[in-house]
């Protein structure tokens, strides 16, 4: 059982930048990880991917259309952390950002919801123009 656990998220004004963190109870080769969001009425939608594909030292990375270049997926592997640092917030980034764990994954089946199996509680995200 993997155990994923956010935090970072907050309240900031367009233009400015968070970074999220996500805590996870145990890391595997070969495994994906991702961020996603979901703001009220709307479906949730992959943000960014990383796929371990050759141990933790080889990786890919995914983005959606709508945050690349902005938004930057990394991980600790010491700590077991995954980040997303969001730069050049827009108030459509507004949602509750989750993380999520997953087999192996590419795209765009990484950056799909049904990809997923272990699910973080989320942290919310709040952009003000």
């Known amino acids: 059982q993997v155990q994923l656990v956010e935090s970072g998220g907050g309240s900031v004004q367009a233009g400015g930048s968070l970074r999220l963190s996500c805590a996870v109870s145990?890391?595997?080769?070969?495994?994906?990880m991702g961020w996603f969001r979901q703001a009220p009425g709307k479906e949730r939608e992959g943000v960014a991917a990383?796929?371990?594909?050759?141990?933790?030292?080889?990786?890919?990375?995914y983005y959606s259309d709508s945050v690349k270049g902005r938004f930057t997926i990394s991980q600790d592997n010491a700590k077991k952390i995954l980040y997303l640092q969001m730069n050049s917030l827009k108030p459509e980034d507004t949602a509750m950002y989750y993380c999520?764990?997953?087999?192996?994954?590419?795209?765009?089946?990484?950056?799909?919801?049904?990809?997923?199996?272990?699910w973080g509680q989320g942290t919310q995200v709040i952009v003000s123009s």
């Open positions: 990383v796929w371990l594909t050759g141990g933790t030292t080889y990786y890919s990375t």
């Open positions: 999520a764990a997953g087999p192996s994954l590419s795209f765009p089946l990484a950056l799909n919801v049904k990809g997923y199996t272990y």
């Open positions: 145990a890391y595997t080769y070969k495994a994906s």
